[in-house]
């Protein structure tokens, strides 16, 4: 029996078409509740009266289309209504989308393969987001494909994966990861090792490849692709590499004309490929390079520790001899441009390198490769990842966490050159 005079409960209306944008305070959590009418956040219905909580930091909106009266418990950094959204637009490709789904299951042929680019901060996560979920509501298993090594959500920093939604996203737990398909690739640019990037998108196209042909169901609902903020150079490049790669038949250019008008240039002989312009949500909050490199330590604290430190790793202790670990690529490759022209850069950037366990693992974050043999590294997507926290070089024994007891499904890790922006304080 708490005092009622202390309650810092709020009430909100949201008039038809409009959306409260939300920032949870950089301390503490908020509560959030749906008492009349209905609601979405990026594309996942609220559940009527029950209270929800979202951790410290999160950055979302509570979108009406018919109107409705939200409560709000606890601070927010901001917040504050819009009646002008992009709404609209978004759920229109949603309908063209549904259309496709329907045609491919009827005929079992493919369905839409949707790729979302545009430059950092365009909100390409979150328009992914409300189109799965908008997917899913209506009963369809679509595959979603997070190609940003930076700021994706599949896993830790670092990699590209792949995984079904089944069911409208959790606006608080975010994208499902049971049983998520991951490609490490260890640093979060691209630019560190192109060959290498190229080389795991390759390879998690043809394993999604091979899953639909014996997978009507998924093929019919297609896939939704993230993809990274950099569309200049090196970055545009890999853009047209992954449409080409993953036959995208959809892309839709976020909040940026030149990129769409380049897009349309370039792809104006595939006529399959259509090329949509949509308008950048004024919600989409910008963040900068010190915000994403704690969101990325966050991460990796998170797949060990969850989302409200509701798991707890387990710490393990194995032989050196148990264990066989690898770095990919021969260190930091020279830029084609540095070298005379002609002239290839030395280190084979796809090459394997053993790596002999010493103290310089110490605090790394290790990926735990599915592959039988060191040949079959590069092509194998992992297993999950473990966080070394001892080194004993007398005993030869290493320690470290893992999100399960026992032993891990191979005796192959692969070890990254740069720390993810990882921040042990972390731990
Ligand atoms: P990146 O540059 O990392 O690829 P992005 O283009 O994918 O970013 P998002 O991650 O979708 O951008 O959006 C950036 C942030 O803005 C996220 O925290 C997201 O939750 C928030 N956001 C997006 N749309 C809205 C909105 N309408 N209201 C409030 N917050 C929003």
Request: one cysteine or more.
């Amino acid at each position: 029996a708490g005092s009622t005079s202390a309650s810092t409960i709020r009430q909100v209306k949201l008039d038809r078409e409009s959306e409260l944008r939300i920032e949870v305070g950089y301390d503490s959590p908020l509560r959030l509740r749906l008492v009349t009418g209905t609601a979405e956040i990026f594309g996942t219905e609220l559940p009527p009266e029950i209270w929800l909580t979202f951790p410290p930091r999160l950055k979302f909106a509570v979108f009406a289309w018919y109107g409705a009266t939200i409560e709000l418990d606890g601070t927010t950094e901001t917040d504050y209504t819009a009646d002008e959204t992009p709404m609209i637009s978004y759920v229109n490709v949603h309908a063209i989308l549904e259309g496709r789904r329907n045609r491919a299951k009827a005929s079992s042929s493919e369905g839409p393969r949707v790729i979302v680019v545009g430059p950092t901060d365009s909100g390409k996560s979150t328009l992914s987001r409300m189109l799965l979920s908008w997917a899913a509501k209506q009963g369809w298993k679509p595959t979603f494909v997070d190609l940003d090594i930076g700021q994706g959500s599949i896993t830790i920093p670092g990699c590209i994966g792949a995984t079904p939604i089944e069911m409208p996203i959790d606006p608080v737990e975010g994208i499902p990861l049971e049983i998520p398909l991951v490609y490490f690739y260890g640093h979060t640019t691209p630019s560190n090792n192109v060959d290498l990037y190229k080389v795991l998108v390759k390879e998690l196209s043809q394993m999604l490849e091979r899953q639909f042909a014996g997978n009507a169901e998924s093929r019919a609902a297609g896939m939704v692709i993230n993809t990274m903020g950099w569309i200049e150079g090196v970055g545009y490049e890999l853009l047209l590499h992954a449409i080409d790669t993953f036959n995208c038949n959809v892309v839709l250019v976020l909040g940026q004309e030149k990129l769409c008008s380049m897009l349309r240039d370039v792809l104006r002989n595939k006529p399959n490929v259509d090329v949509v312009k949509l308008q950048k949500s004024g919600g989409v909050v910008s963040r900068n390079a010190k915000f994403r490199q704690k969101a990325r330590s966050y991460r990796i604290r998170e797949y060990f520790y969850g989302l409200a430190n509701d798991l707890s790793p387990h710490s393990n202790i194995a032989n050196f001899s148990d264990l066989s670990v690898y770095r990919i690529g021969g260190g930091p490759q020279a830029p084609r441009s540095a070298l005379p022209i002609g002239a290839e850069p030395a280190a084979d950037p796809t090459r394997l390198v053993h790596v002999n366990i010493n103290r310089d693992l110490l605090h790394l974050v290790l990926a735990v490769s599915f592959a039988k043999e060191p040949e079959e590294i590069i092509s194998s997507n992992v297993a999950g990842f473990i966080y070394v926290t001892d080194i004993d070089i007398q005993r030869k024994k290493i320690t470290y966490l893992a999100p399960s007891a026992g032993e891990l499904p191979s005796k192959f890790l692969i070890v990254v050159c740069e720390a993810l922006g990882f921040d042990s304080k972390c731990f």
